[in-house]
Nanobody, 119 residues
Framework: EVQPVESGGGLVQAGGSLNLTCTVP????????IGWFRQAPGKEREGVSC????????YSADSVKGRFTISSDKAKNTVYLQMNNLKPEDTAVYYC????????????WGQGTQVTVSS
């Protein structure tokens, strides 16, 4: 079973930084696209950023461009989401997903990590 594992959430003041990690053990990592969604209380789930390990293409939502950077360490089966200049509106549970587009459209989800940004 493909099981992403997130870490790195926490409480930070506005303007601060956090680095989320998503590790997906036991898979051929280069075949996978890895991404992050977030969901705040009372709000719809929002796509944040993703990276394709097969061609290193990345995507980031307009709301985080210039502040968040996604990167991948294929040797460690790990994707990082470096979040800088955090704002209170970034407060949410951040979920990592892994998908192998060469096999199916199914996404595998992590348990989520809480990010709280105080003003």
């Amino acid at each position: 079973e493909v099981q992403p594992v997130e870490s790195g959430g926490g409480l930070v003041q506005a303007g601060g930084s956090l680095n989320l990690t998503c590790t997906v053990p036991g898979v051929n990592f280069i075949d996978y696209a890895i991404g992050w969604f977030r969901q705040a209380p009372g709000k719809e789930r929002e796509g944040v950023s993703c990276i394709s390990n097969s061609d290193d293409n990345t995507y980031s939502a307009d709301s985080v461009k210039g502040r968040f950077t996604i990167s991948s360490d294929k040797a460690k089966n790990t994707v990082y989401l470096q979040m800088n200049n955090l704002k209170p509106e970034d407060t949410a549970v951040y979920y990592c997903y892994a998908r192998n587009p060469f096999v199916s459209t199914r996404s595998y989800w992590g348990q989520g990590t809480q990010v709280t940004v105080s003003s």
